[in-house]
């Protein structure tokens, strides 16, 4: 299937997110708040661990359209920076930013650069999107092993396996949009949230589909034990009840729905106590496919077991990225800060 066989109005979606004016978009910053809400359960289905209020804080500004991130050696974050080319390491006591890596291809007009980072051991891989000549770029769309401050190789050129093994959903761009990169079973899982389909990569560059969807927009990854769980942002309008979280595993043929609600979602996390965070974006613009939400909509969430979610602190603004380092929790925005929320689980994960 070429762009050029398809019907315009069924296409639904669109480049995910990222646009040059979400990255570059200026607006008044709302200090996020903690909402007078119960603290949900865990996903062991136990009783509600206590209540134990959260806040928040302002660790980071002044990333060049951060995007994905993770948490790597020493316990430092890595945050992708696709405006800059860059991947960005940054103490998340002190807030310090120093470059871990730059020189990674960029494609600024359409919001396309490096979307995310991983490890494995000590080893960076870089997810790169939106570079290739379909979009104006010269780069390859697919995961870069990271040699040195300056040095790359490509280990996968995903960018070329989507041109030859098309999906049958909706797409307008052959490469896709790729989201999201998270270690699995030596080697990487890869959303792709234009051709609604989860990727799996080894190291050696070998690319297969694990998963195909509907337009139902996969984004953000986790995984507990062989168990995947994913968010999916949903299809426009990016209603609350098509923001879920889905899980799956490597033997199983359907993802299975753990919880909806999350307008828009972006991301998940696990924290302590087998307790599972969601990320969403927020209400969405409405201008076009791959706007992202309106500034200062987004919330992390907690995941019942129940499958509804409760609102741990709103009013965050276009997050895109969510890391948990103990009770704590770093939420990467589309403006380059990075929010730092405390305590976001009571007793017994969490609090005194």
Same mark, same amino acid.
């Given at each position: 299937?070429?762009?050029s ?8 979606t ?33 009783? *509600? ?17 951060? &995007? ?12 992708a ?10 103490? *998340?006591?002190?807030?310090?930013v120093?470059? !871990?890596?730059? #020189? ?7 919001g #396309?650069?490096? &979307?995310?980072v991983?490890?494995? @051991? ?12 379909e979009?104006g ?21 995903i960018?070329? &396996? ?13 490469? #896709? =949009? ?14 792709d ?9 080894s190291?050696? #560059?070998? +690319?297969?589909v694990?998963?195909? !969807? ?5 984004? @953000? ?24 979280v889905v ?35 927020? =209400?969405?613009?409405?201008?076009? *496919? ?7 909509? /987004?919330?992390?969430?907690? =995941?019942?077991?129940? /499958? %509804?979610?409760?609102? +741990? ?10 890391? +948990? ?7 990467? %925005? ?7 929320i ?6 017994p994960?969490?609090g005194?």
């Amino acid at each position: 299937m070429s762009a050029s066989t398809l019907r315009p109005g069924r296409v639904r979606t669109a480049v995910p997110l990222l646009l040059l004016c979400a990255l570059t978009a200026c607006s008044d910053r709302a200090t996020p708040v903690a909402p007078a809400a119960i603290e949900p359960a865990s996903l062991t289905r136990g009783a *509600p661990p206590a209540l134990f209020p959260a806040t928040a804080r302002r660790l980071v500004t002044g990333l060049q359209g951060a &995007f994905g991130s993770t948490v790597g050696p020493g316990g430092a974050l890595f945050v992708a920076e696709p405006a800059a080319g860059r991947i960005a390491r940054i103490d *998340p006591q002190t807030g310090a930013v120093t470059t !871990f890596a730059s #020189g990674l291809p960029a494609n600024p007009g359409v919001g #396309g650069g490096v &979307f995310d980072v991983a490890f494995i @051991g000590s080893t960076a891989y870089a997810l790169v999107t939106l570079v290739t000549p379909e979009v104006g770029g010269s780069g390859v769309d697919g995961i870069y092993r990271v040699d040195g401050p300056n040095s790359f190789t490509i280990v996968a050129d995903i960018g070329a &396996f989507n041109r030859a093994n098309p999906p049958e959903t909706d797409f307008f761009v052959p490469t #896709g =949009v790729l989201f999201a990169l998270e270690p699995y079973r030596g080697g990487f899982l890869v959303t792709d949230g234009h051709l609604n389909r989860v990727l799996y990569v080894s190291r050696g #560059g070998e +690319i297969s589909v694990v998963r195909a !969807f509907n337009n139902i927009v996969p984004t @953000g990854l986790d995984v507990s034990g062989e168990t995947v769980y994913m968010a999916e942002a949903g299809p426009l309008p990016h209603l609350p009840a098509d923001g879920k979280v889905v899980a799956f595993g490597p033997k199983s043929t359907t993802a299975t729905e753990i919880a909806s609600g999350a307008r828009l979602a972006v991301d998940v996390e696990f924290g302590r106590g087998r307790t599972l965070f969601a990320l969403s974006q927020g =209400v969405w613009a409405g201008v076009a *496919p791959g706007t992202p939400a309106l500034p200062n909509t /987004g919330a992390l969430m907690r =995941v019942n077991g129940d /499958g %509804t979610v409760t609102t +741990i602190i709103d009013g965050l603004d276009r997050p895109v990225s969510l890391e +948990i380092i103990n009770n704590t929790a770093y939420v990467v %925005t589309l403006g380059g800060e990075i929010w730092v929320i405390d305590d976001i689980a009571g007793p017994p994960f969490g609090g005194n």
